[in-house]
C-alpha cells in the first residue's frame, strides 16, 4: 500500500515521510525534490521559468508513473491535491494522508526558507491563512485520513498514521 501525505507547505509532509520510511521500511519519494531534480532546476526556478503550469503537469507526470510501485510514502508538493487527476491517480494507488498544522506553526516552520515560491514575498500568518482556506476544501476531500501534526514529534505523527491507516 502506497501513502501520499498531502498538506499545505510546512506541513511536514517531508519530514513524516522520512521518519516513517525509516520506522516502516517504506521508500521515499519526495516529489519536489524529484521534479527539480529531472528538470534541472529548483522548483522556485521552474516557476519563474517554466510557470507554475507546466510545474502542475510535471506532478500529474510523477504521479502517473508512481502509480504502478508499491510500497512508498510520497511527499507530495502542497499543490497536488488541487487536481481531481492527481487525487484520483493517489486514490487508485493508495492511501491519502493529510496532514494539517495551524498558520503559526506553518510560519515558523518555514520564515527561514526560500525555497517555497508562493510564499516568497509574502511571509504573513494572513496569507498563509488565506492561501490554506483556498486549498482546504480541495485537501479535505481528497484525504482519506487526517492528522494534526502541532506540537507533536515526527514518531509520534508516524505510529498515528500507522494506527489509523490499519484500522
Given at each position: 500500500?502506497?501513502?501520499?501525505?498531502?498538506?499545505?507547505?510546512?506541513?511536514g509532509?517531508?519530514?513524516?515521510a522520512?521518519?516513517?520510511?525509516?520506522?516502516?521500511?517504506?521508500?521515499?519519494?519526495?516529489?519536489?525534490?524529484?521534479?527539480?531534480?529531472s528538470?534541472?532546476?529548483?522548483?522556485?526556478?521552474?516557476?519563474e521559468?517554466?510557470?507554475?503550469?507546466?510545474?502542475?503537469?510535471?506532478?500529474?507526470?510523477?504521479?502517473?508513473?508512481?502509480?504502478?510501485?508499491k510500497?512508498v510514502?510520497?511527499?507530495?508538493?502542497?499543490?497536488?491535491?488541487?487536481?481531481?487527476?492527481?487525487?484520483?491517480i493517489?486514490?487508485?494507488?493508495?492511501?491519502?494522508?493529510?496532514?494539517?498544522?495551524?498558520?503559526?506553526?506553518?510560519?515558523?516552520?518555514?520564515?527561514?526558507?526560500?525555497?517555497?515560491?508562493?510564499?516568497?514575498?509574502?511571509?504573513?500568518?494572513?496569507h498563509?491563512?488565506?492561501?490554506?482556506?483556498?486549498r482546504?476544501?480541495?485537501?479535505?476531500?481528497?484525504?482519506?485520513?487526517?492528522?494534526?501534526?502541532?506540537?507533536?514529534?515526527?514518531?509520534?505523527?508516524?505510529?498515528?498514521?500507522?494506527?489509523?491507516?490499519?484500522?
Open positions: 500500500m502506497n501513502i501520499f501525505l498531502i498538506g499545505f507547505m510546512g506541513a509532509k517531508s519530514t513524516i522520512k521518519q516513517f520510511a525509516k520506522t516502516h521500511g517504506k521508500e521515499v519519494v519526495e516529489m519536489d525534490e524529484r521534479i527539480a531534480k528538470n534541472g532546476m529548483s522548483i522556485s526556478e521552474i516557476f521559468t517554466r510557470g507554475e503550469a507546466y510545474f502542475r503537469e510535471e506532478e500529474t507526470k510523477l504521479l502517473n508513473d508512481l502509480s504502478s510501485k510500497d510514502i510520497v511527499s507530495c508538493g502542497g499543490g497536488v491535491a488541487m487536481r481531481k487527476e492527481n487525487v484520483d493517489m486514490k487508485q494507488s493508495g492511501t491519502i494522508v493529510l496532514l494539517s498544522a495551524e498558520p503559526k506553526t506553518i510560519l515558523k516552520r518555514v520564515e527561514n526558507e526560500h525555497d517555497r515560491p508562493l510564499l516568497e514575498n509574502n511571509k504573513t500568518i494572513e498563509i491563512q488565506e492561501l490554506m482556506e483556498a482546504k476544501p480541495f485537501y479535505e476531500s481528497a484525504a482519506d485520513l487526517v492528522v494534526v501534526t502541532d506540537g507533536k514529534s515526527a514518531s509520534t505523527i508516524c505510529e498515528e498514521i500507522f494506527k489509523k491507516i490499519q484500522e
